[in-house]
């Protein structure tokens, strides 16, 4: 049966995307800090669809182990998994990030380091395969940058324009790259935040996510609405842009 990679599986975006790719019947390699949670997701993804989920240990900031842990996983199944999704992210303390430079790098290293340092080996692999997908979670948050989040913001921009390269160098082989870039979605990292609106459900987001893998997308805006208004608010000139408290 095929599989599916997901790294960061114990996030809410995560969860409700395992459960879609259980429920379409894909066996999953579940990967994250959380091994007790992560266990009981599997054992319910068992239950509900019949699936195999694996479960193994992951940390976006531990760069020295992706290498050896990521090519060991792809070894076990190297032709059953068709894919690997990145779901990982912090949205973190930007006005401590101000003055502390650890949580500044924080933000950086987890939203953005962390997911190219896991790429680059996933990539490597589908390469040399010529199959598979690569999916990541970015933000519409990387489209402009505002006072409130320009750190999560430019970290999230640098993911973009990395999955854009790589989509650019990974055609000819014919491995697909999707960049994910949701609005505001109800979860842990973003409740009790002040300003939100337009807030859309993990399930959805994840069935979404779902629906543009396997349409072949290239970068999909979850709610669709969100291009419509992140190209308005890139078209607004700086002049006016830096004015408002965003």
Not at 13 to 28: K, Q, S, V
Not at 52 to 57: D, F, L, N
Not at 112 to 131: D, K, P, Q, V, Y
Not at 191 to 216: D, M, N, T, W
Request: charged share 25%; proline share 4%; aromatic share 12%.
């Amino acid at each position: 049966m095929a599989s599916v990679l997901i790294l960061g599986a114990t996030s809410t975006i995560a969860r409700a995307l395992a459960a879609e790719f259980g429920r379409h019947r894909y066996d999953l390699t579940l990967a994250g800090r959380d091994r007790e949670e992560m266990d009981a997701l599997a054992a319910d993804l068992a239950i509900r669809y019949g699936v195999e989920a694996r479960v193994r240990c992951f940390d976006a900031l531990a760069f020295e182990t992706h290498q050896p842990d990521l090519e060991s996983w792809l070894s076990e199944e190297p032709d059953s998994i068709v894919g690997a999704v990145v779901c990982f992210g912090y949205l973190g303390d930007h006005a401590a990030a101000k003055t502390d430079f650890a949580e500044a790098r924080r933000i950086l290293d987890t939203n953005f380091t962390g997911c190219m340092s896991a790429l680059n080996i996933i990539a490597n692999h589908f390469e040399r395969r010529r199959s598979g997908f690569i999916c990541a979670v970015s933000s519409v948050a990387g489209d402009r940058g505002r006072q409130s989040n320009y750190l999560y913001g430019a970290a999230k921009a640098g993911l973009s324009v990395y999955l854009q390269g790589l989509r650019n160098r990974l055609f000819p082989s014919r491995v697909r790259v999707v960049t994910i870039k949701p609005g505001f979605v109800d979860t842990p990292m973003t409740f009790g935040r002040p300003g939100l609106f337009l807030v859309a459900s993990p399930e959805y987001v994840a069935r979404s996510i779902f629906k543009a893998i396997q349409r072949g997308k290239d970068v999909a805006y979850i709610p669709w609405f969100w291009r419509p208004i992140m190209f308005t608010a890139r078209m607004i000139p700086e002049w006016l842009f830096k004015r408002p408290r965003l």
